[in-house]
């Protein structure tokens, strides 16, 4: 009897299988749902990107032909790799720099970047002291450990005077190419979404925007200084915006996905959630 409760047991999830689809073919494939709107299955980081893209589910994109299923993702190593597995048709969490060092060490997948949407301004934080200036001497500062974020920090610290980063270090620079320190300060990276727990235990942390967002920083701790973002290569740099698998970059739903996250709705709406913390680049073609 066990046997063939079993077996049919084994027939009722092969059928439901094979209704369903497996989760990277359904992804790879996309699909229409009863209401005729194509579906796209989207990672996201939680703040901001999911409440953004939550915002054109809500209020976009039926009316545009599409259904957003929004994936949440609280950190960074997992977006990429879903994606090229099949499991995601899009991601929206990362700036170039960032897809280029992981593309380095995936060459096997072709990810490409589509369309800038946001940036987010790197802040350093402190809940134990309330300016650069009041850093004592040998203080320790989180910093994330990613390659590209870990030079946007270590950019910050030198905009403070903090510290010096010896100007052959190139786009992507790390602790080793501090070449001045005057105040001894131990510089310790850390996972990025890690950095808003560790301001408990260190004298400051360079945090990325969402992550602040995310721990509401502006409200917790003191804003200590804010990353330069007056380079003419910035928003080139650390513009977030959506990434596809190469063969889908022409795809018209991927297409009209980008339109409406540059759009002036959502334009206004980021400007309006988060007041400078994050704000709109719009479109670059």
């Known amino acids: 009897m066990r046997k063939a409760f079993a077996a049919l047991g084994a027939v ?13 073919e359904t992804a790879r494939n996309g699909g229409a749902d009863q209401e005729g709107l194509t579906t796209l299955r989207v990672g996201v980081n939680p703040v901001p990107h999911g409440e953004i893209l939550r915002y054109v589910q809500e209020n976009l994109a039926a009316d545009a032909g599409l259904n957003l299923e929004i994936v949440e993702i609280a950190d960074y190593n997992q977006p990429n790799q879903q994606l090229a597995q ?30 800038d949407v946001h940036v987010e301004r790197l802040g350093l934080y402190s809940r134990k002291h309330e300016s650069s200036a009041d850093l004592p001497e040998g203080a320790e500062i989180a910093v994330p450990n990613d390659a590209a974020n870990l030079d946007r ?11 010096t980063v010896d100007p052959e270090a190139g786009a992507l620079a790390t602790e080793s190419d501090i070449t001045d320190n005057p105040r001894g300060i131990t510089v310790t990276p850390l996972e ?14 360079v945090v990325n925007g969402n992550y602040a967002i995310e721990a509401n920083l502006t409200e917790t701790a003191n804003e200590l200084a804010w990353e330069p973002s007056d380079s003419p290569d910035y928003i080139e740099k650390y513009a977030n915006g959506l990434v596809v698998r190469a063969e889908d970059v022409d795809d018209p739903a991927i297409r009209t996905l980008s339109e409406l996250l540059r759009s002036d709705e ?10 400078g913390v994050v704000y709109p680049v719009g479109d670059r073609e």
């Open 86 to 115: 099949g499991e995601l048709n899009a991601n929206y969490f990362q700036h170039r720099t960032f897809l280029e060092e992981w593309q380095k060490a995936n060459p096997g997948d072709e990810l490409v970047y589509v369309s």
């Open 153 to 163: 920090a270590l950019r910050t610290l030198e905009a403070e005077g903090l510290i």
């Open 12 to 24: 009722a999830l092969a059928a439901t299988l094979a209704a369903c689809g497996a989760p990277s």
């Open 192 to 205: 990025a979404a890690q950095l808003p727990r560790s301001l408990d235990d260190v004298d400051a942390a």
């Open 266 to 275: 959502v334009r206004e709406y980021i400007e309006q959630t988060w007041q």
